[in-house]
């Protein structure tokens, strides 16, 4: 039996909800009362997602990299991820696919979610870089800090996790555009001035070694005591297999591998564009002016020679135009078309009238209908009483993510990686017409 004086209390309450509920009833819809006549429309705002997958991460586990550092990277590049395209820098978030993670006493891990289950890639050494492969996600490649300006480069084949190679290198590596080789760098140690770059395929047979020999007619000659052989090579140098070239090299120096035989480098005023033949790289034209690249279809350039500024008119202060990756056919941009945003990796371009990042920064018209981005901002809403929660259970959390869970979107893959401390999280977005657009111009 249930004690009268209770039951009498909850009938009194239930009246007093009747009567507020009538109260707002006839109250005028924009004093907070419900519209009249018709079913009443309720809309509810849920910031939950779909987990399909997540990591719990060991105290000293995180998805961070350690000396990582893309030669081309002006700014420290941030960790939310982006695209996930091989131009831009790499991100611990490897597309919808899985994560990099370095652990304590110089242990770390590449966690793939395949299949319905993780896969698990160990070092012994942390990581400085890692990406699997655009278009075949079959190959990932690594690159491991084994001590003091001391690193490594391994070619995996995935699922099996078989070294396909391994190779000292520096503290980067990436794949071509066309996800059909790797390109690896090497630093002299004693003459930072100097970086070497070699092309290497995605197989275990590694080809021959080759050194570019800088001796195209009709183009300038390389440095006074450029070495013109691998025997005139530093001994690391020397050892590196592929198709080598040796590049002039400063801080503003920048590269791109659009195709796995197409190079394009720049230092200064001065930019080369390097193709592929017969196993060696050549020089197929140089010049002067800044280029930058519109990945993945263009190179942009702004100046130029003397000459061939003077033949303009009117004469512009800094001229602009493009070329594509195959080879230097540049053509002039009208003086009137917008100015292009700052040149950073996160851009992906679309032609040459649009351009976006992840970050929900945007070029051109073409951009005009994509809606704002809308689902970060939700993702760190939905699990912030998660991080909130690890933020009290382990003291590493407020040093990792002091203001708030780590969103990365994958937007392009309507999926985004949550870090909320003690965890990581796969979450599936919402399909949305941003996402439709975004796909869409992203082809």
Same mark, same amino acid.
């Given at each position: 039996?249930?004690?009268?004086?209770?039951?009498?209390?909850?009938?009194?309450?239930?009246?007093m909800?009747? &009567?507020?509920?009538?109260?707002?009833?006839f109250?005028?819809?924009?004093?907070?009362?419900?519209?009249?006549?018709?079913?009443?429309?309720?809309?509810?705002?849920?910031?939950?997602?779909? $987990?399909?997958?997540?990591?719990?991460?060991?105290?000293?586990?995180?998805?961070r990299?350690?000396?990582?550092?893309?030669?081309?990277? /002006?700014?420290?590049?941030?960790?939310?991820?982006?695209?996930? *395209?091989?131009?831009?820098?790499?991100?611990?978030?490897?597309?919808?696919?899985?994560?990099?993670?370095?652990?304590?006493?110089?242990?770390?891990?590449?966690?793939?979610?395949?299949?319905?289950?993780?896969?698990?890639?160990?070092?012994?050494?942390?990581?400085?870089?890692?990406r699997?492969?655009?278009?075949?996600?079959?190959?990932?490649?690594?690159?491991?800090?084994?001590?003091?300006?001391?690193?490594?480069?391994?070619?995996?084949?995935?699922?099996?996790?078989?070294v396909?190679?391994?190779?000292?290198?520096?503290?980067?590596?990436?794949?071509?555009?066309?996800g059909?080789?790797?390109? +690896?760098?090497?630093?002299?140690?004693?003459?930072?001035?100097r970086?070497?770059?070699?092309? &290497?395929?995605?197989d275990?047979?590694?080809?021959?070694?080759?050194?570019?020999?800088?001796?195209?007619?009709?183009?300038?000659?390389?440095?006074?005591?450029?070495?013109?052989?691998?025997?005139?090579l530093?001994?690391?140098?020397?050892?590196?297999?592929?198709?080598? +070239?040796?590049l002039?090299?400063?801080?503003?120096?920048?590269?791109?591998?659009? /195709?796995?035989?197409?190079?394009?480098?720049?230092?200064?005023?001065q930019?080369?564009?390097?193709?592929?033949?017969?196993?060696?790289?050549?020089? $197929?034209?140089?010049?002067? !002016?800044? +280029?930058?690249?519109?990945?993945? !279809?263009?190179? !942009?350039?702004?100046? !130029?020679?003397?000459?061939?500024? /003077? $033949?303009?008119?009117?004469?512009?202060?800094?001229?602009?135009?493009?070329?594509?990756?195959?080879?230097?056919?540049?053509?002039? %941009?009208?003086?009137?078309a917008?100015?292009?945003?700052?040149?950073?990796?996160?851009? *992906?371009?679309?032609?040459?009238?649009?351009?976006?990042?992840?970050?929900?920064?945007?070029?051109?018209?073409?951009?005009?209908? &994509?809606?704002?981005e809308?689902?970060?901002? @939700?993702?760190?809403?939905?699990?912030?009483?998660?991080?909130?929660?690890?933020l009290?259970?382990?003291?590493s959390?407020?040093?990792? &993510?002091?203001?708030?869970?780590?969103? @990365?979107?994958?937007?392009?893959?309507?999926? @985004?990686?949550?870090? %909320?401390?003690?965890?990581?999280l796969?979450?599936?977005?919402?399909?949305s017409?941003?996402?439709? /657009?975004?796909?869409?111009?992203?082809?």
């Amino acid at each position: 039996m249930i004690p009268q004086k209770y039951l009498i209390a909850t009938l009194f309450i239930a009246a007093m909800l009747l &009567l507020v509920a009538i109260g707002v009833g006839f109250r005028p819809p924009g004093e907070g009362g419900v519209t009249s006549g018709g079913p009443v429309a309720i809309t509810m705002v849920m910031d939950s997602f779909e $987990a399909v997958a997540d990591w719990p991460l060991e105290d000293g586990w995180s998805p961070r990299f350690i000396g990582a550092h893309d030669p081309d990277q /002006r700014e420290p590049w941030p960790f939310e991820g982006a695209f996930g *395209a091989p131009w831009e820098p790499a991100s611990p978030y490897l597309a919808d696919q899985g994560l990099a993670l370095n652990g304590p006493q110089g242990t770390s891990m590449v966690a793939l979610w395949r299949g319905l289950e993780w896969r698990r890639y160990r070092f012994d050494a942390p990581l400085a870089s890692a990406r699997l492969a655009p278009g075949r996600a079959n190959r990932l490649l690594v690159t491991l800090a084994l001590g003091p300006a001391r690193f490594e480069t391994r070619l995996l084949e995935i699922p099996e996790g078989r070294v396909l190679w391994s190779l000292q290198s520096s503290a980067w590596s990436r794949f071509s555009w066309d996800g059909r080789a790797a390109l +690896v760098g090497l630093a002299d140690p004693k003459r930072p001035e100097r970086l070497l770059l070699s092309v &290497l395929p995605l197989d275990p047979d590694l080809p021959e070694p080759s050194l570019a020999p800088w001796n195209e007619d009709g183009l300038p000659a390389p440095p006074r005591g450029w070495p013109a052989s691998q025997d005139a090579l530093w001994d690391d140098a020397r050892d590196l297999p592929g198709a080598k +070239v040796l590049l002039p090299w400063s801080p503003e120096g920048a590269f791109w591998l659009p /195709r796995q035989d197409r190079l394009w480098t720049c230092a200064g005023q001065q930019w080369t564009a390097w193709r592929l033949a017969r196993g060696i790289w050549e020089r $197929a034209a140089t010049g002067e !002016g800044q +280029v930058f690249a519109h990945p993945p !279809g263009a190179m !942009g350039r702004i100046g !130029g020679s003397a000459t061939e500024l /003077r $033949a303009l008119d009117p004469v512009e202060a800094a001229p602009r135009f493009l070329s594509s990756v195959e080879a230097p056919d540049w053509r002039r %941009v009208p003086p009137e078309a917008p100015s292009w945003p700052a040149y950073d990796p996160a851009w *992906a371009w679309r032609g040459d009238a649009d351009a976006l990042t992840a970050w929900d920064l945007r070029w051109g018209p073409g951009t005009d209908a &994509l809606a704002p981005e809308r689902q970060r901002e @939700a993702l760190v809403r939905a699990f912030r009483p998660e991080w909130k929660t690890s933020l009290k259970l382990r003291a590493s959390v407020g040093g990792w &993510l002091p203001h708030g869970p780590e969103v @990365a979107l994958r937007e392009s893959d309507s999926s @985004a990686w949550v870090w %909320v401390g003690n965890r990581v999280l796969l979450v599936r977005l919402t399909d949305s017409e941003r996402t439709r /657009r975004l796909r869409a111009l992203l082809k």
